[in-house]
């Protein structure tokens, strides 16, 4: 299996409409699972969060978890859903071994939520409205390994192992309805709107929202047709887009492989298509059949979940601003340049910098801290910078020292340093690692008369107007008075002493 | 004590209460007689003594100590094969699941040992419950204590045949069309289908989940109340259990009092479709109810022509789902074909081995019935035919406290009779059918026995769902007016297993 | 006579993972179609608008708390595979596609 022959993208663009739809699964943090209180954690031990209900033993019902629904509930509300009064399960059938009872309970007719809409803003300013179908719970299957063969895929396998731990966890799936007019931007837009959601449920705390484990995955739909035609073209699902970078890239693929398909005389087969995230392309997977027939019936062994409009208001009541319209209220609060910005953004930190802000920082100084030596500090831990052992309290009130001129800044890293080494609050750093700036100067004139002494070549070029050579004595004083002293007021008084 | 195991079970909990017998006593006497007579009757699947005997020696340490777990204390007890227990395999009469030992108890295995009885052991069944006969059990049809070439009735044959033979005094079933009741109407036993969610299904093996609902097996009304009340109850881990209790059935089986009773025969239940004998005995229990000064009315249940049909779509399709996780990956049977299978092939050939033509029968129509294309015209019109069929009881019940009909249209048929005629065999639970669609309770009362071949009939009482005290009152009622005429239940005109 | 043709018959067993044998498939295909034939009446049942009953007792909005309770331990939770390897249930290649 290789790359398919591709149409340049320009030109595909130019010749078709592109129409996307997405589907969005997002693994909600609750902390038991969707029907039953097995521990929803990720990386345990192989089955040992599973129970008779999980793995399907004979005999086992499901009862729902209260705040999966509510988690649900509040995704909707965020989408600009509607809340569905009476909403019930059903169950999807189908055979997969990592399904333990060869059905997943599901919502089909009735989802919990339905006909929202979100704006999707790209880089470079410009908005797309996406309509968003439905929102509906359903659980996660297990995780297969497959034994064998040289790739450990499918293909090839020898055979396959089963871990139940994913079985059951509470899944939201979005659905939006068919996108139309992103043109060329289509790629770009997809990879913003799983972006976009990612950050609503993560702002929400409904999700621990990371990609890389599987917290947000999309299924892409793509499909073309010529501009101007009425009737849609036949799409392909591709699954396995677990990257915002392979969400682009894949949708971007669909568009030129069948853009070169079409215009030559070929048609679309409806399918699913896997994305090969290392080598960049899709292949085609099990072509839709009578075999999709998936015989949706209402769960028996479940009753309908009936939200009251209190309860929903309630729920609103807890929603958080939503992330796009925060980052521009912040960004206006804050002043910063739009690079400044984006580098917060990107680096995740808005959270540390707000709060510092909010402990009394400055927000260029709050942004300094967290962008410059934080991120530094964590990189060179290895550890992410949200999970530091410092609170933006901590790095407001190092500032505020800094500003009021009881830390020098080589001073404030020290106190830095010491609250992650666990040595408590900055106070209690200062204490113990005795850092106070030496407001006497009498024992900083003392090591400046020293350090002049002994390098007199030094004193007499300062004293024929080469002030810069103050630099040379700088050091040696700063490291006399291990560095307790501030160096704009050890070079003004090397120049007083000198005259 | 020699006549322990003719005792009912309220009277051998008095007994042990009394301390005049020991649990032990009692569990041995009923595991011996077991043991002796099951080669006969094939009724367990599964009997083990040191489990039975540990329960019963814990019993009756808790009631020296002066702890009376429940009315029933110390009452060995058999339960159907299709509850999960942990100290013993669950197969629910299928190949499919021979051996397993599941890794938990069912809330109401639970609910039993807790409350100090002890299970003698698993009774057999049809397959999964498909059968009205357990002619469909993977082991081996039960016997009918009356006459061993007939049928005990299913899905709980085991059930009714132990206890109508004495090889328990009590049993626990499972009815989804009418496997409690049928039984005990062949086998001139007493049994009862609560309403649906009075008792958790949790650890049920599932047939059809909308229908399903477990219930009591006896010979005497007041062993079916007393034991109800022990097993009934909301469980949070059954999200269709009723939250509310449903009062004390053994309070109502005490008081009852045919004063102001208003019963009502089914039109469309009082046919020629009935065998004379068993339509003799119905015509019999309402003269009798008439002359004790009830009020009998006929009421119109138009709907219930549908039953059957609907009942035949609903359950194949919940049970096509329901049996899906049978596939050889985490409990049961693998087969592995020839070669190199893959899971596909295996899953098929194991669902293929493990079960029997009745099973795979239902799966496939259940299949079909929920297939595009088809759901609207069949599960959806089903499912229509079930609130039609609640409007006509709501009506009925409008106008009377209980409903009643025959259980079954015939009395126990012979093994092998009806095997190959799956139509014919739907055709036993034509009466018990509506009480399942409908979520109401039902149960079974003997009332004589058939003039043609002198076999038990059964008379059916249906109530309003959550009246099931009301079905209670009048099982009860019934049971005294037959009891005054014969002098003993019937089951003591039952023939001596042990000379069979 | 409904349409229970042998096509169908092996395609519902195929959904079902019920491994038939031409055999079988004639003789469900004969049997079924009598069943059908007379459970087929349901169509004709209901006139007018009458909402399915899917639950026989009505009832609405049964949580259960987000608590963690007590799972198997590995060793019980396989105890009952027919096959097992490194904690996780063992089961044949999956010739289907990921």
């Known amino acids: 299996m290789a790359k398919e022959a591709l149409m340049p993208y320009e030109q595909a663009i130019e010749q078709f409409e592109v129409v996307i739809g997405l589907e969005v699964h997002v693994e909600l943090n609750t902390k038991s699972k969707m029907f039953c209180g097995c521990a929803n954690i990720f990386g345990n031990e192989p089955n040992t969060n599973v129970c008779p209900i999980c793995i399907g033993l004979p005999g086992s019902l499901p009862a729902v978890n209260k705040k999966a629904v509510e988690s649900s509930i509040a995704i909707g509300l965020a989408l600009g859903c509607q809340i569905a009064p009476t909403g019930r399960f059903s169950r999807k059938n189908y055979f997969y071994p990592d399904l333990a009872k060869n059905f997943q309970t599901s919502q089909y007719d009735e989802p919990i939520a339905f006909e929202g809409k979100i704006n999707i803003e790209l880089e470079d300013g410009v908005v797309f409205e996406v309509l968003i179908e439905r929102a509906h719970m359903e659980e996660d299957a297990g995780k297969l390994t497959h034994i064998g063969g040289a790739t450990g895929r499918i293909q090839g396998a020898e055979y396959s192992l089963v871990d139940y731990n994913r079985a059951g966890v509470p899944l939201v799936e979005i659905v939006t309805k068919p996108v139309y007019g992103a043109g060329a931007r289509a790629p770009e837009l997809a990879a913003a709107y799983v972006h976009a959601i990612r950050e609503i449920v993560k702002s929400m705390n409904v999700s621990d929202a990371r990609m890389e484990r599987g917290n947000v995955r999309c299924d892409a739909n793509v499909s073309l047709r010529p501009h101007g035609q009425a009737k849609l073209g036949t799409r392909t699902e591709t699954k396995n887009v677990n990257s915002l970078r392979s969400v682009e890239n894949a949708v971007r693929y669909e568009i030129q492989r069948q853009a070169h398909i079409l215009a030559n005389g070929g048609t679309i087969t409806q399918e699913t298509r896997h994305w090969h995230e290392d080598r960049g392309y899709t292949s085609a997977g099990r072509p839709k059949s009578d075999a999709d027939d998936y015989r949706y019936f209402p769960e028996p062994d479940l009753v309908p979940v009936q939200p009251s409009l209190a309860w929903i208001e309630e729920i609103r009541a807890t929603l958080p601003e939503n992330p796009g319209l925060r980052r521009k209220r912040l960004m206006e609060a804050w002043g910063f340049a739009e690079l400044e910005f984006r580098d917060v953004v990107n680096s995740d930190l808005l959270d540390q910098v707000e709060a510092t802000v909010a402990a009394g920082a400055a927000p260029q100084a709050a942004r300094k801290w967290w962008t410059g030596e934080l991120a530094r500090l964590a990189n060179s831990q290895e550890v992410a910078v949200q999970d530091l052992s410092i609170t933006p309290a901590q790095v407001a009130k190092i500032q505020q020292l800094i500003d009021s001129g009881e830390l020098t800044d080589r001073m404030a890293r020290d106190v830095v340093a010491g609250v992650l080494a666990g040595e408590g609050d900055p106070e209690a750093v200062i204490e113990k690692r005795g850092l106070k700036v030496v407001s006497d100067d009498g024992a900083l004139i003392a090591a400046i008369d020293e350090a002049l002494a002994k390098q007199p070549d030094v004193l007499e070029k300062i004293r024929e107007g080469k002030v810069q050579a103050a630099g040379a004595v700088i050091g040696a004083v700063m490291q006399a008075m291990r560095g307790q002293v501030d160096a704009a007021r050890v070079r003004e008084l090397i120049l007083e002493r000198a005259k | ?500 | ?98």
């Open chain 2, 1 to 500: 004590m020699s006549d322990l195991i003719h005792k009912s079970a309220s009277e051998l909990a008095d007994l042990i209460a009394s301390k005049s017998v020991s649990s032990q006593e009692v569990t041995s006497a009923f595991f011996d007689r077991s043991v002796e007579l099951n080669p006969k009757t094939n009724s367990y699947l599964y009997l083990n003594r040191d489990t039975a005997i540990a329960a019963a020696k814990a019993a009756d340490a808790a009631l020296a100590n002066g702890e009376k777990l429940s009315p029933l204390h110390g009452v060995p007890i058999a339960v159907k094969d299709n509850l999960t227990t942990t100290d013993a395999p669950t197969t629910s009469g299928s190949k499919i699941l021979e051996g397993w030992v599941p890794q938990y108890d069912a809330t109401v295995v639970a609910r039993l040992r807790k409350a100090g009885l002890p299970i003698l052991g698993k009774t057999n069944m049809d397959e999964f419950a498909m059968g009205s006969s357990t002619e469909y059990s993977a082991y081996g049809p039960s016997k009918n204590p009356w006459d061993l070439t007939r049928i005990p009735g299913g899905s709980g044959g085991g059930s009714s045949s132990a206890v109508s033979g004495h090889l328990a005094p009590i049993a626990i079933g499972s009815d989804t069309g009418g496997s409690i009741r049928f039984p005990a109407a062949v086998t001139g036993s007493v049994g009862a289908k609560p309403t649906y969610g009075a008792v958790s299904r949790y650890g049920l093996i599932a047939l059809a989940s909308s229908l399903d609902q477990i219930g009591p097996v006896s010979n005497t009304v007041l062993d079916s109340a007393l034991l109800q009340d022990v097993i009934s109850g909301h469980d949070k881990h059954d999200s269709t259990s009723l939250p509310q209790s449903l009062g004390s059935m053994a309070d109502a089986v005490r008081s009852a009092d045919v004063k102001g009773l208003r019963v009502g025969v089914v039109k469309q239940l009082d046919s020629d479709a009935f065998q004379p004998g068993v339509k003799a005995c119905f015509d019999d229990t309402i003269a009798k109810l008439v002359a004790a000064g009830a009020e009998v009315v006929t009421v119109d249940c138009p709907s219930f022509e549908y039953a059957i049909a609907a009942y035949y779509l609903i359950l194949p399709a919940e049970a096509s789902s329901n049996l899906a996780k049978f596939d050889s990956v985490r409990f049961g049977l693998r087969v592995t074909p020839d070669g190199n299978p893959t899971i596909e092939r295996v899953m098929a050939a194991t669902r293929e081995a493990g079960f029997g033509p009745e099973v795979k029968r239902r799966i496939i129509l259940g299949t079909y019935a929920l297939s595009s294309g088809y759901y609207d015209a069949y599960y959806g019109s089903a499912q229509k035919v079930r609130t039609l069929i609640q409007q006509d009881l709501a009506k009925a019940f409008s106008q009377v406290d209980v409903l009643l009909t025959p259980t079954a249209p015939t009395t126990a048929f012979k093994i092998g009779e009806k095997v190959n005629n799956p139509l014919a065999m739907y055709l036993n639970d034509i009466a018990t059918i509506p009480a399942n669609l409908a979520g109401i309770p039902g149960m079974s009362v003997p009332n004589g026995l058939a003039f043609e071949d002198g076999l038990p009939s059964g008379v059916q009482i249906l109530a309003p769902a959550m009246q099931d005290a009301q079905m209670y009152r009048v099982g009860s009622i019934i049971e005294q007016m037959y009891l005054a005429e014969w002098g003993a239940p019937l089951i003591a005109q039952a023939p001596k297993l042990e000379v069979l």
């Open chain 3, 1 to 98: 006579m409904s349409e229970i043709t042998p096509d169908l018959v092996r395609h519902l067993a195929s959904l079902s993972r019920i491994l038939v044998t031409d055999e079988e498939v004639a003789t469900l295909a004969g049997e079924l179609n009598v069943i059908v034939d007379s459970i087929a009446i349901v169509t004709q049942a209901v006139k007018g608008d009458v909402l399915a009953t899917s639950h026989p007792i009505p009832m609405a909005n049964v949580f259960r708390e987000d608590v963690v309770e007590p799972s198997l331990t590995q060793e019980s939770a396989l105890s009952a595979a027919p096959d097992s390897a490194e904690g996780r249930f063992r089961v044949a290649a999956i010739l289907d596609e990921e």
